[in-house]
């Protein structure tokens, strides 16, 4: 019902920034929760940051606030990540999700989120 696709991920160098987008079409919720995860190759799928197409509960990982921020154009149903600072270790492929509206839940928890994107490989280079 909600199709997601991300863009935006290429190679970049240490130190640089990058902006991803994740465009969304079909049903969608103003209490809906959006969010961008990621997963390097040997590692588990991260969570990055989220908000709600209100811009409500935005928030960032602890470990990447201050160099990844959300934001989203609920209008055009486009959510954002702004990347700064990138370090060789943000290399991975970044994923877009969405989650219908619930009173509670976890939402670093990838488990708990409906639908996905086909992922942009980000690559960060020394």
């Known amino acids: 019902q909600v199709r997601l696709v991300e863009s935006g991920g290429r190679l970049i160098q240490a130190g640089g920034s990058l902006r991803l987008s994740c465009s969304a079409s079909g049903r969608t919720f103003p209490a809906g929760l959006m969010a961008w995860f990621r997963q390097a190759p040997g590692k588990e799928r991260e969570f990055v940051a989220a908000i709600r197409w209100t811009g409500d509960n935005a928030r960032s990982a602890d470990s990447l606030k201050g160099r990844f921020t959300i934001s989203r154009d609920s209008a055009n149903k486009v959510v954002y990540l702004q990347m700064n600072s990138l370090k060789p270790e943000d290399t991975a492929v970044y994923y877009c999700?969405?989650?219908?509206?619930?009173?509670?839940?976890?939402?670093?928890?990838?488990?708990?989120?409906?639908?996905w994107g086909q992922g942009t490989q980000v690559t960060v280079s020394s």
């Open positions: 999700a969405a989650q219908l509206p619930r009173l509670r839940g976890d939402v670093t928890n990838s488990a708990e989120y409906d639908y």
